[in-house]
């Protein structure tokens, strides 16, 4: 299995350079990914993203399905692999932007980079090599520097399978866990409304 930096993978550039808080401006044509859009499974909330105007003479550089967002500023770094976003989106500066390089297209999944990225061997390299301490970073170049193991494609595959049907089932658990909190809050409004408390 051969060992790389992400670097010899992928092209890495930072999220759009906005000023400030990020103004929401209904109907607008850009969206935008925050780190409050990313969900507890590491998935992009569309339906959440908030829509605003861009401004500067910095050319958008549009999320494409198979870009790697990372998490590189706040208590919190990790990846998240953009699947499905509308035409006219970008990240705010929080992410940097990991793009597989066109010659890998066909023998990296970006799925499976997203996946160790977010594993405990690149966790704990992140944690040795952030930077400050109320507000913590990762610098470009940590990211670049990232070790990467790259199996054949298919064991790629069936790795990204796996992770899939685990968040999979973690879905369906909390689902249930939800309607029995829900049952239990149900039933225990339904005791205390109607028992006679002079008894």
């Excluded at 850009?30 to 780190?35: E, N």
């Excluded at 205390?192 to 002079?198: H, P, R």
């Amino acid at each position: 299995m051969k060992k790389i930096k992400l670097a010899d993978l992928v092209t890495i550039s930072a999220g759009h350079p906005f000023r400030g808080t990020i103004t929401t401006i209904p109907n607008a044509k850009t969206h935008v990914v925050q780190v409050r859009d990313i969900n507890a499974f590491g998935e992009i909330s569309i339906k959440q993203l908030i829509t605003t105007e861009l401004t500067g003479r910095k050319k958008p550089d549009w999320l494409k399905t198979g870009d790697i967002l990372f998490i590189a500023k706040g208590a919190k770094h990790f990846a998240v692999c953009v699947d499905q976003v509308p035409e006219y989106t970008v990240c705010s500066p929080h992410f940097f932007i990991a793009r597989i390089k066109p010659k890998f297209s066909k023998t990296i999944c970006p799925k499976f980079i997203s996946w160790q990225l977010n594993q405990l061997s690149a966790q704990r390299y992140f944690q040795i090599t952030a930077e400050g301490s109320l507000y913590v970073s990762i610098r470009r170049q940590v990211l670049e520097d990232t070790p990467i193991k790259l199996p054949s494609f298919n064991i790629q595959e069936q790795l990204v399978a796996l992770h899939n049907l685990g968040v999979k089932e973690h879905k369906v658990l909390q689902q249930l866990i939800e309607n029995r909190r829900q049952q239990l809050n149900t039933i225990a409004l339904d005791i205390l409304n109607n028992q006679d408390l002079n008894q």
